[in-house]
Nanobody, 118 residues
Framework: QARLVESGGGLVESGGSLRLSCAAS????????MGWYRQVPGQQRELVAT?????????GGSAKGRFTISRNDVETAVVVHLQMNSLKPEDTAVYYC??????????WGQGTQVTVSS
């Protein structure tokens, strides 16, 4: 099984930047996709960005042009970063890292709060 640990997040003013990181350790079977969803209370989770084991990255919706997803692998984990620039109050949400491997199995991080003040 894989385990995801998130870091980053916090409070930032509108127009500011934050960087989220997610380290995936344990057993990751085959080709995989990692990424970030975000959720506002009372709403469904929204896909923000993904990156595949082949390095293909996608950023969708309102995050396009402002957020960048990247990946670097360390000895014991796959680490994915989400660089968020030009943040807006509407980006305020809990951000969840996820991984879907080749079994397929899906894993989620614990979530990290991002709050953008106006």
């Amino acid at each position: 099984q894989a385990r995801l640990v998130e870091s980053g997040g916090g409070l930032v003013e509108s127009g500011g930047s934050l960087r989220l990181s997610c380290a995936a350790s344990g057993t990751i079977f085959g080709a995989f996709i990692m990424g970030w969803y975000r959720q506002v209370p009372g709403q469904q989770r929204e896909l923000v960005a993904t990156i595949g084991s082949d390095g293909t990255a996608n950023t969708g919706g309102s995050a396009k042009g402002r957020f960048t997803i990247s990946r670097n692998d360390v000895e014991t984990a796959v680490v994915v970063h989400l660089q968020m620039n030009s943040l807006k109050p509407e980006d305020t949400a809990v951000y969840y890292c996820y991984l879907r491997d080749g079994r397929p199995s899906t894993y989620w991080g614990q979530g990290t709060q991002v709050t953008v003040s106006s």
